[in-house]
């Protein structure tokens, strides 16, 4: 599971321990701005896997099993569009974009305001990950397109377990 550094990080704690709950192995990867917005620590204990933010030196051990899947839960529209286009700057996006090379399953739900949901950038970033068969949990907030804010509303925390039950 990929967090990134939005308001409700926080929430992944919960998808966490259901996800835990129908017996799937969570490990978690934050954005460095995600980092800012969890602990770490209770993350590990949650899962039983160190939390990674960065790459790690090509001669150390991997200290995470490889994934069967990927979520990303929530994504920020800067992790959304670095994805699309390839850019790997971070660890969190790298081990996304070499999931999607992979033909990896790769579920993303974005999380952001209206006015970053209407960017030019943010719809053909989404109109890519569709080609790539990456499948996207979009809510009234952060469907594309013209559009003053909206209500906060809630995360689809449902909608991506839904997603995800659905793979496997």
């Known amino acids: 599971m990929i967090i990134c550094g939005v308001s409700n ?21 934050t954005t460095p701005m995600g980092e ?14 160190p939390v990674r933010s960065d790459y790690k030196h090509p001669n150390d051990p991997d200290v995470l099993p490889t994934p069967d899947a990927l979520i990303v839960a929530p994504a920020s529209f800067n992790s959304v569009n670095k994805i ?17 090379g992979q033909g990896k399953p790769v579920i ?7 006015a970053l949901a209407s960017h030019g950038a943010y719809r053909r970033s989404l109109e890519y990950l569709a080609e790539e068969r990456v499948q ?6 952060t469907q594309p397109g013209k559009g003053g804010e909206l209500e906060p509303g809630n995360f689809p925390w449902t909608k991506v377990e839904a997603a995800l039950l659905e793979l496997f």
């Open 9 to 29: 990080a926080y929430e992944s704690y919960d998808f966490i321990r259901s996800a835990r709950s129908f017996g799937w192995d969570v490990c978690v990867i």
């Open 36 to 49: 800012r917005f969890v602990n770490s620590t209770e993350l590990r204990d949650l899962t039983g896997h």
């Open 84 to 100: 699309a286009n390839g850019i790997t700057d971070t660890l969190a996006v790298g081990v996304v974009c070499e999931a999607i």
């Open 108 to 114: 993303i739900a974005p999380w952001m305001n209206r």
């Open 136 to 141: 996207v949990v979009l809510t009234q907030r």
